[in-house]
């Protein structure tokens, strides 16, 4: 028989090899399920991860890894310092949504305004917005001890709702012929985040993306901040003797966090989306915390991460329209790397033990 016995220490060789084992099941897992649709796994798998980087077209498919990894490292970074702590942000999506529209409104609200300063408030507006959508939960949490993971959860819908409704009303483009979404803010030069270098794919959300990792990192090691962060998620009670208050750390984690996300949807909505639309957000938020924890909350891990998962993202693009695969075959397979993880990730702290079964 099987049992698990629990180490006396976490492994630190199954800490990092962990994500490639599942990185590797779930390769195989999805050649399974591809061949269940009728297509050759090996040609699925390579066409995924492969294709975009090496194919014939791949000098267009690589600037588009910066562009789709960005706001999933953006975002997971944020992620990355709450899940630390013990604290649990899951609407990081509704953040994202509510960052963008309120980056968006800036230029909107003074739209056709061409300044050099309308940029930066853009920037301004989106994190302080996806800051502020976080807050509502922090300060539940804090003041009547909600449920976090529930609370930022369900504003992930609340923030949809909001973001059809501006698209088919208040920031709907009036010269749009009646059809629903934003003017196009690529057409508006004060506005546009455009490209640094032409065809590169490097933007200022790409920038901030990098800047985030290393603010990250030096934060958790460098910081007595990040030190407190680590040592609540791993020793609250320790934590508390240390001098640590938890509703500060709680507003902190929740606030940064959201202001990422919002970055990020600002970002998005003022570059590569270009417009308020009711489709706008394309779920980034959720697959953040895929890459927050393939990357083992690690700032550089999730910088790999993040590239891994835009990979899936493009290469999955081209499975769809070069062998026809479902999307939600391709969403499905997204999703097992997040399944597999957590399903190895039980071998960071126990041991499989073969025993005997006892005599009847």
Known sequence: MLRLEKRPQPSQMWTYATPVLAVVLT????????TFLGKDPLVAIRTIFWDPLFSEFAFYYRPQLLVKGAPLVLIAIGLSLG???????????????????????????????????LFPAMVIAGAVGGMLWAMIPALLKVKFGTNEILVSLMLVYVAEQLLAS????????????GFPGSRNLQQYDSAHNAELITGSGMHWGVVAAFIAVIFAYVLLNRHMLGFHIRLTGEAPRAARFAGVIPARLILFC???????????????VSGPSGQ????????????????????????????????????????????????????????????MLLFFLLAVDVLTNFKIKMTKGEAA
Request: glycine content about 18%; some cysteine; charged content about 5%.
């Open 276 to 335: 308020v639309s009711i489709d706008f957000n394309v779920g980034y938020g959720f697959t953040a915390i895929i890459v927050a924890f393939l990357g083992r909350l690690h700032p550089v891990g999730i910088l790999l991460a993040g590239g891994l998962m835009a990979l899936t993202y493009i290469g999955g693009e081209i499975a769809q329209s070069k062998l026809g695969l479902p999307s939600a075959a391709i969403q499905l397979f997204q999703g």
């Open 166 to 177: 501006m698209s088919l009303g208040l920031m709907k483009n009036p010269q749009g012929f």
């Open 254 to 268: 929740l606030g940064t966090s959201g202001a990422l996300a919002g970055l990020a949807g600002m970002f998005e």
């Open 83 to 117: 899940f630390r702590a013990g604290i649990w942000n899951i609407g990081a999506e509704g953040q994202y949504i509510v960052g963008a529209l309120c980056g968006a409104g800036v230029a909107l609200a003074l739209y056709p305004l061409e300044a050099w300063w």
């Open 27 to 34: 390769m195989i897992a999805g050649g399974i399920l591809f």
